[in-house]
């Protein structure tokens, strides 16, 4: 009987100084002058999981194992109201393989997590495989799972309290509350996908149809003004379903070159109840990538990307009817490889989005609560990288 015992302990610190002033600028009719925040925060995580592999017999193998975990999160008075906050996770898992007789190959297993936030929750997935002939598989998946909140969006208290006005006076502004009743979100999700893989090898793709319906997510919904109350809440307020198709293929030609290509479709329906009309653009429909890398002579390799993603809807605008253009994106990469002083040297040029400009996202900036728009512009850098080898210093 081949097993396999293992224990793993890990502690994570993380210690983050963020202080700033903001800028003038008026809000709910009053003017405020120049504020100090405070966004400093603390994060320790401990985690211990053990976990067993075995085979039970020539067609079964089984891994299983539990584990408990303690996250700390502090915030200063800006972000968490100057409150540390503590989250305890007990979690115990089971994994079975089953290679019976012929083509089939099952695999089934459930996760369990008992969390102090949030409550205990049940994660099963089933998978069933079946091998055509060689180099040709089918395979058919369900499962469930969750992801519990953060502790941001869990205990968040992000606003600037006894804020300086312009002349004088101060005011509360409250901006993002958590309400330490946020509950887990839910994912159930299920896959019919092919896979073929000749044996010469120069050619693969792997195509799947898949489900998900997500539940209970978690968004900022505005609960008013932000003088008499926080602008934004944390509740589990959106539910939607997803299916669509995907398609990744490789291609591998007698020069040593590769050609890689993905595509996705995506149909996106609001399930929230009541229905809270978000526009089905808030997810691209349509998108692709094109990757080709090639090997040339005397350690020179050079590769292009070209990624499209079809236009979306600016969901985290402060105008959520504003529909971006697509984005179109051409990526170039050329890579030198030489010995250099009797040492293994690279040197590469790259540029990116050489086609141009294009808006991302928008993001918060210091001396503003609103968004503004982040744009990605054309770029290029040279690299060197030089590999030592100890033994000859």
């Not at 405020?32 to 985690?47: G, K, M, Q």
């Not at 009541?274 to 089905?280: H, K, N, R, S, T």
């Amino acid at each position: 009987m081949n097993e396999s015992l293992s224990v793993q302990f890990y502690h994570i610190f993380q210690r983050n100084f963020e202080t700033f002033y903001t800028g003038a600028y008026s809000i709910a009719g009053v003017t405020l002058a120049p504020n100090y925040v405070d966004f400093s925060r603390r994060t320790d995580r401990y985690d211990l999981e053990l976990q067993h592999n075995v085979n039970l017999t020539g067609t079964v193998r089984v891994a299983w194992g539990v584990g408990v975990r303690d996250d700390q999160v502090w915030g200063a008075e800006n972000l968490m109201g100057d409150e540390e906050i503590h989250n305890h996770l007990k979690h115990g898992f089971i994994n079975l393989e089953w290679a019976p007789e012929g083509d089939w190959l099952v695999n089934a297993g459930v996760m369990v997590e008992d969390y102090s936030t949030t409550g205990t929750e049940v994660s099963p997935r089933l998978g069933i495989n079946y091998h055509l002939s060689p180099g040709q598989s089918l395979r058919l998946t369900g499962s469930k799972a969750i992801r519990a909140p953060s502790m941001f969006e869990y205990a968040a208290d992000y606003g600037i309290y006894n804020a300086q006005l312009d002349p004088s006076g101060t005011m509360n502004l409250l901006f993002w509350k958590g309400t330490q009743q946020t509950d887990v979100e839910k994912v159930t999700s299920y896959e019919f996908g092919y896979h073929l893989a000749p044996l010469q090898g120069d050619f693969s793709l792997d195509f799947k149809l898949f489900h998900d319906e997500l539940s209970d997510l978690v968004f900022k919904v505005g609960t008013g003004n932000c003088v008499t109350s926080h602008c934004d809440t944390f509740l589990n307020s959106y539910a939607f379903i997803i299916q669509g198709a995907e398609l990744e293929a490789k291609f591998t030609f007698v020069d040593s070159s590769a050609l890689y290509f993905a595509y996705s479709y995506v149909d996106m329906k609001d399930n929230s109840s009541p229905a809270l009309g978000v526009d089905p653009m808030m997810a691209p429909e349509h998108s692709f990538s094109l990757l080709y890398m090639m090997d040339l002579d005397r350690g020179v390799s050079a590769g292009a990307g070209f990624y499209f993603t079809d236009r979306i809807q600016g969901w985290e605008s402060s105008q959520p009817e504003e529909v971006r253009d697509p984005v179109r994106r051409l990526d170039l990469k050329v890579t030198r490889q030489l010995d250099l002083f009797g040492y293994e040297t690279e040197l590469a040029l790259a540029a990116r989005n050489v086609l141009g400009k294009y808006e991302e996202m928008e993001v918060l900036s210091h001396d503003s609560s609103f968004p503004e728009l982040n744009e990605v512009d054309s770029s290029a850098y040279v690299s060197v990288k030089i590999q030592f080898d100890r033994s000859r210093l």
